[in-house]
């Protein structure tokens, strides 16, 4: 696990730090994935780099053997966690489906302020960090993976996601690692 760089516009998308999922049981302790994201949110943030809170309200309509109900959840159920402290300057992305990009306007987004790479942290890796992971590949952006700010209901997929599928399609590192990158970029500008 290595990230070599990050390019002068990155974008940091977090999938997914919503209340209904992070009252959910998790293969890693949620107050750390949570502490990890906001530490990136607040480097981004410094840098002035574009910052995506994504939420999901919904799912794809199709049939699967295991799929979650979104009836009868809370009202509060998407709202997002009140530590990722969202920013006027924050856009904010409503999926309906695993991925963030698919019925959204997250590319167009991304690409009208001249981003070449995100990262993503969030939950559940195997996923929505995922599918959005392979979304924004298979699109051309370069990804990193911010593998200690994520997390999954299962353990299982989590690592499966971690060291057989991101490997494939990005960069996969730790959350100093990361912070490490922004700010020496941070004092190369000042």
Same mark, same amino acid.
């Given at each position: 696990?290595?990230?070599?760089?990050?390019?002068?516009?990155?974008?940091?998308?977090?999938?997914?730090?919503?209340?209904?999922? !992070?009252? +959910?049981? =998790?293969?890693?302790?949620?107050?750390? /994935?949570?502490?990890?994201?906001?530490?990136?949110? $607040? $480097?981004?943030?410094?840098?002035?780099?574009?910052? /995506?809170?994504?939420?999901?309200?919904?799912?794809?309509?199709?049939?699967?053997?295991?799929?979650?109900?979104? !009836? %009868?959840?809370?009202?509060?159920?998407?709202?997002?966690?009140?530590?990722?402290?969202?920013?006027? %300057?924050?856009?904010?992305?409503?999926?309906? =489906?695993?991925? !963030?990009?698919?019925?959204? &306007?997250?590319?167009?987004?991304?690409?009208?302020? %001249?981003?070449?790479? /995100?990262?993503?942290?969030?939950?559940?890796?195997?996923?929505?960090?995922?599918?959005?992971?392979?979304?924004?590949?298979?699109?051309?952006?370069?990804?990193?993976?911010?593998?200690?700010?994520?997390? &999954?209901?299962?353990? &299982?997929?989590? +690592?499966?996601?971690?060291?057989?599928?991101?490997?494939?399609? $990005?960069?996969? %590192?730790?959350?100093?690692?990361?912070?490490?990158? /922004?700010?020496?970029?941070?004092?190369?500008?000042?």
């Amino acid at each position: 696990m290595a990230i070599s760089t990050l390019d002068p516009k990155t974008a940091l998308l977090v999938v997914d730090l919503q209340k209904g999922i !992070a009252a +959910l049981p =998790t293969a890693h302790p949620m107050k750390d /994935v949570v502490r990890n994201t906001a530490a990136l949110l $607040a $480097a981004f943030r410094r840098r002035g780099l574009p910052v /995506v809170l994504i939420n999901v309200d919904g799912r794809a309509p199709g049939r699967a053997e295991r799929s979650f109900s979104m !009836a %009868g959840l809370p009202a509060d159920w998407t709202d997002l966690l009140p530590e990722l402290d969202r920013q006027a %300057g924050d856009h904010v992305v409503t999926k309906r =489906t695993w991925g !963030a990009f698919t019925h959204t &306007d997250l590319d167009k987004y991304l690409r009208g302020r %001249g981003v070449t790479q /995100v990262v993503v942290a969030g939950v559940a890796t195997s996923a929505g960090v995922e599918s959005t992971a392979r979304h924004a590949h298979e699109l051309g952006f370069n990804v990193a993976l911010a593998v200690d700010a994520m997390t &999954d209901m299962d353990a &299982d997929a989590h +690592l499966n996601s971690v060291t057989r599928i991101f490997p494939k399609m $990005a960069e996969t %590192g730790m959350t100093q690692e990361l912070l490490a990158i /922004v700010n020496a970029a941070q004092e190369e500008r000042t």
